[in-house]
C-alpha cells in the first residue's frame, strides 16, 4: 500500500506540477498517511528561494498548486487506502526542497502484510 501511495504522489507531482521528486517515502499508521517528498523544487525555485521575498513566493506558489490538485490527490490516495479521506495537510521547506503530505482518513488502516 505505502508503495502504491508514493507511486501516486510521484505520479500526481510529474503531471499536475510538471516535476517529479528525487525521493519519495510513504508511511501508513493508523488513520495517518505520511509523505515526504525530497528534491521537489525546480532549477528556477530554487532561484527564487535565494531570498527571503523568493522563498514565501514559492510556498505560496506551491500551497495554491496543491489547492488546486487536492481533489483528485485525496481521491486516488483514497481509492489506495480503501477508506475517505478526511484532511490533507501539506507543507514545503524551501530551503530543504522538502515536502510533506499528511492525509488523515476516517478509520484506521494497515497495510495488507499486517493482516496476515
Do not use: H, W, Y
Not at 12 to 34: I, M, S
Not at 69 to 91: P, Y
Request: net charge neutral; charged share 30%; proline share 3%.
Amino acid at each position: 500500500m505505502e508503495n502504491s501511495i508514493r507511486n501516486a504522489i510521484i505520479k500526481f507531482e510529474q503531471e499536475f506540477l510538471g516535476r517529479g521528486p528525487d525521493e519519495v517515502r510513504a508511511l501508513v499508521a493508523r488513520d495517518l498517511v505520511v509523505v515526504r517528498l525530497k528534491g521537489v523544487l525546480t532549477p528556477a525555485e530554487r532561484q527564487l528561494a535565494k531570498t527571503p521575498e523568493g522563498i514565501e513566493m514559492v510556498k505560496r506558489l506551491r500551497q495554491n498548486l496543491i489547492a488546486q490538485g487536492r481533489d483528485k490527490l485525496c481521491e486516488q490516495v483514497g481509492e489506495i487506502t480503501g477508506t475517505k479521506i478526511l484532511g490533507l495537510f501539506t507543507d514545503i521547506d524551501v530551503q530543504l526542497g522538502e515536502r510533506v503530505f499528511v492525509f488523515t482518513m476516517d478509520r484506521d488502516i494497515r497495510p495488507a502484510a499486517d493482516k496476515i
